[in-house]
C-alpha cells in the first residue's frame, strides 16, 4: 500500500495535484483493509505521500462508543477521531456513505424510469430509514458527512436526512456533502442552497461517460444531469472532482470539461451548465479547499496560505477554450519546495 500510495502521488504532482480526497477508507464496496490508516503514516513518515490527502472514513467503520451521559452521542472511530483530527498533511475529513448506484449501471435511486426500461428506477444500497439513522448518528456526533448520491430520488431523500439533522441538532457551518449529486431537480438546487450543502459534482464524466448517461435518462431530463452553473447561481460552493479512477483524474481535464460540456462523441451534455475557464479554475481550487474546510489555507495565491503552486504552460484564460485539455504541468510545488519539475527531469 505503501508502495502505491508513492506512485499514486507521483502521477499526482505530475497533473498538478497538491491536495486530494481519498473518499472512503475503512470499508467502501468491501474494501475493508484493517491496516490502511497504518499505511497512509508510514508513507508520510518515509517521505512518499508526496501530496496532502484528506480521508474519507467509511460509515462502515463508524461505531457506538460508550460516554459519559452529557456527552453528544459519539458515533465515531475508537477514541472519538472524527472531522479534522490530523495536520496539514494527513487528515480526517468526512465520513462516507452510500445512498444509491450510478447513471451508467442504471442503479441510481431516480424518481422515474430509465430511458427504455420500464420497471426499472434504480434502487438505494440500503432502506431509506437506516440512511437517515447514519446520517442523524454522524451529525450529531460533529461528523461533517459525504453522501454518495447520483439519482434525483436518492439526493432528495438525502437532503430529507440532513434537513432533519440540522432540525434536531442545529450546527453552523457542517458543510454536509453530496458527493455527485447528478440528478437534481431545480426545488432541490434551491434546497441545497438553503441548507449550506454543498454537492460535488464530476465534469470529467462529461467527456468520459457522458453519452452513456445522456442515453440512460433520455433527453426529457438532460438539463437536470451534473449541474455546476446552476449551483454556483444559488450561492453554492462547487468543488472540482474526478470520481478516479472512475475516469482520468487530471484536473486541467476537468477544468475542459466543466468548460466544454462535450461528450466523447462530440454531443453537447449540458451546455446550460458550462462554467467559464476562471470559474471553473476556482472549483478546481478555491471551491475543492472550501469543501474540505481548507479555505484559510489553501486555494488561493495569498499572504499566510501554503506555499502549494503548479505552473502550467500556458495562460488558460487567454486560450481557444478546446485547447484547454492540452495543457501541461511544468511543475508543481508543495510547501514551498518543487516536488516535481519537468525542466529539471528533462536536464
Avoid at 465520513?95 to 448506484?101: H, P, Q, V, Y
Avoid at 439513522?133 to 440532513?162: E, M, N, P
Avoid at 442552497?193 to 433520455?218: H, K, N
Avoid at 499566510?304 to 508543481?332: H, M, Q
Wanted: aromatic letters at 6%; one cysteine or more; glycine letters at 10%.
Amino acid at each position: 500500500m505503501v508502495a502505491n500510495l508513492d506512485a499514486a502521488s507521483d502521477q499526482y504532482l505530475r497533473e498538478g495535484v497538491t491536495s486530494c480526497q481519498e473518499a472512503g477508507v475503512g470499508g467502501i464496496l468491501g474494501t475493508a483493509e484493517p491496516v490502511e490508516l497504518a499505511a497512509y503514516q508510514q508513507a508520510r513518515r518515509a517521505g512518499r505521500l508526496g501530496v496532502r490527502m484528506t480521508l474519507m472514513a467509511s460509515v462502515d467503520a463508524l461505531h457506538q462508543i460508550d460516554h459519559h451521559a452529557d456527552d453528544p452521542e459519539p458515533f465515531a472511530l475508537d477514541l472519538g477521531l472524527h472531522t479534522g483530527f490530523g495536520d496539514d498533511w494527513l487528515r480526517f475529513g468526512p465520513t462516507k456513505i452510500f445512498a444509491d448506484g450510478s447513471l451508467m449501471g442504471r442503479t441510481a435511486a431516480m424518481f422515474a424510469d430509465y430511458a427504455g426500461e420500464p420497471g426499472n428506477n434504480g434502487y438505494f444500497q440500503m432502506p431509506e430509514e437506516r440512511l437517515h439513522t447514519l446520517i442523524l448518528a454522524a451529525h450529531r456526533s460533529g461528523w461533517q458527512v459525504a453522501t454518495h448520491a447520483i439519482g434525483d430520488r436518492a439526493v432528495s431523500s438525502v437532503l430529507d436526512a440532513y434537513e432533519a439533522a440540522l432540525a434536531r441538532h442545529p450546527r453552523d457551518d457542517h458543510r454536509h456533502r453530496i458527493e455527485h449529486c447528478g440528478m437534481c431537480r431545480p426545488a432541490d438546487v434551491e434546497r441545497i442552497a438553503r441548507l449550506g450543502v454543498i454537492p460535488v459534482p464530476q465534469a470529467r464524466f462529461v467527456s468520459e461517460i457522458g453519452d452513456g448517461m445522456l442515453d440512460a435518462i433520455g433527453p426529457d431530463r438532460a438539463a437536470d444531469c451534473y449541474r455546476q452553473r446552476s449551483f454556483l447561481d444559488a450561492g453554492i460552493t462547487v468543488p472540482g472532482s474526478s470520481d478516479r479512477p472512475v475516469v482520468n483524474g487530471a484536473p486541467v481535464l476537468g477544468i475542459h470539461d466543466l468548460v466544454n460540456q462535450r461528450t466523447a462523441s462530440g454531443r453537447r451534455f449540458n451546455p446550460h451548465e458550462a462554467l467559464t475557464v476562471e470559474e471553473a479554475i476556482g472549483a478546481y481550487t478555491l471551491g475543492s479547499a472550501t469543501a474540505a474546510f481548507d479555505e484559510r489555507r489553501k486555494g488561493s495565491i495569498s499572504p499566510g496560505k501554503l506555499a502549494d503552486l503548479v505552473v502550467l504552460d500556458r495562460d488558460l484564460t487567454t486560450i481557444e477554450p478546446d485547447g484547454i485539455g492540452e495543457t501541461e504541468v511544468l511543475a508543481t510545488m508543495v510547501g514551498g519546495t518543487f516536488q516535481f519539475d519537468e525542466l529539471t527531469l528533462d536536464a
